[in-house]
């Protein structure tokens, strides 16, 4: 089945600074889906694209599906984008395969 | 507004004891999904319903059942809960499964199993 690996597992930023996240999965890509896990535990979709740069405000998802990696770029962090950051491949079935998620916490 | 409703948010059970996880969603999506999150584990999909009386395991899904009678209404249902079943419940909705539809999901279920 599907393996991903997320990377950094954790990141601590000083506000201001940039992320750059990354996401290796192991076969062939139908989409790929970014999330985002709040603090307290719910989880909101931020991208879903199968490949090429999608930009939002100060994100931007990069999917290379040959090279079989995706990234979401941060920009000018804030405090309020302290939480866990999901990556969800999906392979050619219905299914998602989730990461483990980075961890980031973003400092005054 | 669209929006994906789990309850409880809490539930704290004894060992042997029935569960129910109930999820509705209020945007007609033809498929919903439950997933748990365990520390380490990520999110692993436990069952997918695809519409009313369609539902199809996932990875995990030995302990579990599932009830889909309305298309805006699924739940997960423990028959005799283990301790091993202590975990983050998630449910989630998307327009349909095939294409690169968005993922919904609702705020989540802890449940405890004592």
Known sequence: ?108 | DMKVTQMPRYLIKRMGENVLLECGQDMSHETMYWYRQDPGLGLQLIYISYDVDSNSEGDIPKGYRVSRKKREHFSLILDSAKTNQTSVYFCASSLSPISNERLFFGHGTKLSVL
């Open chain 1, 1 to 108: 089945g599907q393996q991903v690996q997320q990377s950094p597992a954790s990141l601590v930023l000083q506000e201001g600074e940039n992320a750059e996240l990354q996401c290796n999965f192991s076969t062939s890509l139908n989409s790929m889906q970014w999330f985002y896990q709040r603090p307290e535990g719910s989880l909101v979709s931020l991208f879903y694209n199968p490949s090429g740069t999608k930009q939002s405000g100060r994100l931007t998802s990069t999917t290379v599906i040959k090279e079989r990696r995706s990234s979401l770029h941060i920009s000018s962090s804030q405090i309020t984008d302290s939480g866990t950051y999901l990556c969800a491949p999906r392979g050619m079935g219905y299914k998602l395969t989730f990461g483990t998620g980075t961890s980031l916490l973003v400092d005054p």
